[in-house]
């Protein structure tokens, strides 16, 4: 094998392909807009104009960050693991260097190309917000650093799943880890009798960080930010040694991962109800369905455990610490988790026809005379199954230590509003999934969508344009599930009499919303069913053809289910 400079054939070639997309230069675009638009608001009305325009600016970033980063290589190597493309790569003169570093730094390019659409929108800050241009360069470092880490960090899963979709959830369930080290931290340390947590793993934590300079001035410099930096660069360097190292061996191995029997958590589960099988075979097979990977598995029953560890112990800041630090930790814990789950949910939604777009499963599922609505609900009552799982402990949590009449108000409506905003989310990602044919690209829609949905307005919180009453203010922000859970969370405050009751506001916004939300998801799904033939490609079933509602004898609706088995 001669000795070769430059970038390489591989890096030559994914950078040629990403290059040419369209959606390259849309997300820098929009990523631009979206620090723009805020600025001018906050230019016009806000007197603290600094701190928002940092707010904004390195936050914005840094979420867009967290979430973009591992799309960018969740799909470098299990996708052509699944195609057969990668052992006919390995078998060339090419090592494995070149194919690993090939494939990260150019989906890296993109990647740094969209903080540096944000430049322009930075120095404005710097020179007309307000912002103070050195800790907006601190932000940067933090911001690119964790960008870095994220993609490399993803990468490596993607050598060992064998999906897109759950080697991003498991990203996303390491970086959400890599967040909350901050409030975890604050428990252990108060469990400790400890004024703070280190201050090492404050720096460490890219949120606390970022945020320092305007929540905790003087607590970081640009120095730290510079040490992140360092730090992340060369965390990514030992991820990207590993997966040089480990490239052949784990690609040598064979069925990794593909078991086909039922996961011993699954058959654990096996005793709840379920969907009718001669009501609706897809949502029967949706729920008893062998699934290959336990990837998924894993990730909720981590998520699940650590949500209950953060709010068994935030229920016990508010019996032993009093109600004020209780419920200021309660709100951030409950705004973590439903945050997390339900980012994780829009993963697992967007995918919903990726098993079916293997070759024959869709061809026999779309052979069959079920009608449309039938496919669709089916669809979704199986992605919808997981919400009311992630709407019952933030319910629990706002409970409390007291029983008083008016803390009998906000645990049902936290969990109305989890289950509202669940279902629209669920309806987006199925909706999704169905027009776009790469898994890969619904994936993103519904993570932007969700990005818009329920963290797009904490964006809308920090300007708070002039003219705009307290009320509808507050019920504006209510359309984020994490702002509403976090709202209510904090109602504890009120039922201990210090201020006046409000409760009457929150069942009013609780009602309303879900009210709204039940609209939406009928209008999604509406939609869904009505353009699921031209989507797919079917000719829908005329009168002549039988339906499982008037089963030939031949074709029941259970035989249908099985079949698809």
């Known amino acids: ?65 967290l979430l973009l980063a591992p799309a960018t290589t969740a799909g470098a190597f299990c996708r052509d693991r699944a195609a057969g493309l990668l052992d006919h790569l390995l078998v060339t003169d090419l090592s494995a ?18 903080v540096a659409a944000g430049l322009p929108v930075f120095f404005l800050g710097a020179l007309v917000g ?50 909350g080290s901050e409030s975890i931290g604050w428990a252990v340390a108060w469990h400790l009798d400890l004024l703070a947590p280190p201050e090492w793993l404050l720096k460490a934590n890219p949120a606390w960080l970022a945020l320092a300079p305007v929540q905790e001035p003087g607590a970081a410099d640009l120095g730290d930010g510079l040490a992140f930096l360092a730090g992340c660069l060369l965390a990514s360097a030992a991820l990207t040694s590993w997966t040089i190292v480990r490239l052949r061996a784990v690609c040598g191995r064979r069925g990794e991962g593909r078991g086909g029997s039922r996961s011993a958590a699954a058959r654990r589960l096996g005793w709840l109800p379920g969907p009718d099988l001669d009501a609706n075979p897809i949502a029967w097979r949706e729920w008893r369905r062998l699934r290959g990977s336990r990837w998924a598995e894993r990730i909720w029953m981590a998520y699940l455990a650590g949500a209950a560890i953060l709010s068994a112990i935030a ?22 988790q439903v945050t997390a789950g339900l980012l994780l949910l829009s993963v697992a939604t967007a995918s919903a026809w990726a098993e079916e777009r293997d070759p024959g499963v869709l061809d026999a599922l779309l052979s069959t005379p079920l009608p449309a609505s039938t496919i669709v609900w089916g669809k979704w009552w199986g992605a919808f199954r ?54 890969g690209r619904a994936i993103a829609a519904s993570v932007a969508a969700f990005v818009l949905i329920d963290l797009g307005v904490f964006l809308f919180a920090v ?22 859970v976090a709202d209510l969370t904090g109602a504890i405050e009120w039922a201990y009499g210090r201020y006046d009751p409000l409760w009457y506001r929150w069942l009013r916004f609780g009602l309303l919303w879900a009210a ?26 005329g009168p ?3 339906r499982p509602s008037k089963a030939a004898p031949n074709l029941p609706p259970g035989r249908i289910a099985v079949e698809l088995e």
Do not use: C
């Open 516 to 541: 709204i939300d039940v609209a939406l998801t009928l209008l999604i799904v509406r939609h869904t069913i009505a353009t699921f033939d031209r989507s797919f490609g079917r000719i829908p079933p």
């Open 130 to 179: 307000g912002a103070d241009p050195e800790a907006l360069a601190m932000g940067l470092a933090v911001v690119v650093g964790t960008g870095v880490l994220a993609a490399t960090l993803t990468l490596a899963l993607s050598l060992r799943g064998t999906k897109t979709h759950e080697v991003l959830m498991a990203g996303y369930a390491a970086l959400g880890a890599w967040i």
């Open 544 to 546: 002549g053809v039988p």
């Open 315 to 336: 229920i016990e800041q508010e019996v032993g610490a009093g109600w004020l630090m209780g419920t200021n930790f309660a709100q951030t814990v409950n705004g973590v």
């Open 386 to 439: 997981a919400v009311p799982f992630l709407a019952l402990l933030p319910a629990v949590l706002a409970i409390g230590p007291s029983w008083r009449a008016e803390r009998v108000i906000p645990p049902p409506l936290i969990f109305l509003v989890v289950l509202g905003h669940g279902a629209v989310l669920t309806s987006l990602g199925v909706v999704l999934s169905t027009r776009i044919a790469r898994t």
């Open 97 to 114: 260097a070149e194919v690993v570093l090939g494939k990260l730094v150019a989906r890296l390019g993109p990647l740094l190309g969209l």
């Open 1 to 65: 094998m001669g000795n070769r400079w430059g970038a390489g054939p591989v890096f030559a070639l994914e950078w040629s392909q990403r290059a040419r997309r369209w959606q390259v230069y849309a997300a820098r675009s929009a990523v631009a807009a979206l620090l723009l638009v805020p600025l001018l608001v906050i230019g016009l009305g806000r007197q603290d104009g600094g701190t928002a325009v940092y707010e904004v600016l390195v936050g914005g970033e840094l979420a867009a960050m």
């Open 463 to 484: 300007t708070r344009p002039r003219g705009i009453s307290t009320l509808w203010y507050q019920f504006g922000l209510w359309i984020s599930s994490v702002f509403a």
